[in-house]
């Protein structure tokens, strides 16, 4: 999830910042996220190692971490499966 926010005259970059997010907003995300990913799980499919690994990733985001802020900036670096 990217926290990161830019704010552009023409082609010059004049301001950036991160956006805060609260515990609820992550939680909204993350289980819209596993939504998404829930094709991957179904019976008649065999998920790779990558896509078992992410879906256990967004499970424990809450637990793994302090902040929200935290969590959201691990789910940002996390390299997404295909």
């Given amino acids: 999830m990217d926290r990161s926010w830019q704010t552009f005259r023409g082609s010059e970059l004049i301001d950036s910042g991160m956006f805060e997010v609260s515990w609820d907003e992550l939680r909204s995300k993350r289980n819209a996220e596993l939504v ?3 094709p991957w799980a179904l019976t008649d499919r065999t998920m790779t190692q990558a896509q078992t690994d992410y879906r ?3 499970r424990d985001l809450p637990g793994d ?3 929200a802020n935290e ?3 691990a789910w940002a670096a996390y390299e997404l499966p295909e």
């Fill in 36 to 38: 998404r990913t829930d």
């Fill in 56 to 58: 256990t990733f967004l």
């Fill in 65 to 67: 971490h302090d902040s």
């Fill in 71 to 73: 969590a959201a900036d």
